[in-house]
């Protein structure tokens, strides 16, 4: 975890003429320290580095098979219950949803892939390693 307050890393800053008081009016209304404040703006604009669109795709796959473990005995049991049964119904519409939610993942899965090649996106592979 990154150190933070007085042990944090410093770096002295030289503010151009009134600069310095429009940070301080913007913390203020933030209701923030004025160091605080210029944080929090940093951090806006330079993000910690994400993990690429590939990899958290892959990430969240794996949790299919998680939900796909407790959807499909409800399917195994919805063939043994009777016509009509309530919780046949629920179950064939659990099905059903989860079809239609793997045909949405291949659909961004594709999406996701073409963006991870996108050599102008900083968050793909492609442009990290053009970069290297």
Same mark, same amino acid.
């Given at each position: 975890?990154?150190?933070?307050?007085?042990?944090?890393?410093?770096?002295?800053?030289?503010?151009?003429?009134?600069?310095?008081?429009?940070?301080?009016?913007?913390?203020?209304?933030?209701? =923030?320290?004025?160091? @605080? &404040?210029?944080?929090?703006? +940093?951090?806006?604009?330079?993000?910690?580095?994400? #993990?690429?669109? *590939? $990899?958290?795709?892959?990430?969240?796959?794996?949790?299919?098979?998680?939900?796909?473990?407790?959807?499909?005995?409800?399917?195994?049991?919805?063939?043994?219950?009777?016509?009509?049964?309530? =919780?046949?119904?629920? @179950? &064939?519409?659990?099905?059903? +949803?989860?079809?239609?939610?793997?045909?949405?993942? #291949?659909?961004? *899965? $594709?999406?996701?892939?073409?963006?991870?090649?996108?050599?102008?996106?900083?968050?793909?592979?492609?442009?990290?390693?053009?970069?290297?």
């Amino acid at each position: 975890m990154a150190t933070v307050g007085r042990g944090a890393e410093q770096y002295t800053v030289r503010f151009p003429d009134g600069l310095r008081d429009r940070i301080k009016l913007a913390a203020e209304a933030n209701g =923030r320290s004025m160091n @605080a &404040e210029i944080v929090a703006t +940093l951090e806006k604009a330079f993000p910690a580095p994400e #993990a690429s669109f *590939r $990899e958290e795709f892959f990430r969240l796959m794996d949790q299919d098979a998680a939900i796909w473990a407790v959807i499909e005995p409800l399917v195994r049991r919805q063939e043994t219950l009777p016509p009509g049964d309530e =919780r046949a119904a629920i @179950a &064939e519409e659990l099905k059903g +949803l989860f079809a239609q939610s793997q045909e949405l993942k #291949a659909q961004i *899965r $594709e999406l996701l892939l073409k963006a991870d090649a996108d050599e102008t996106n900083p968050r793909s592979s492609a442009y990290r390693a053009k970069k290297k």
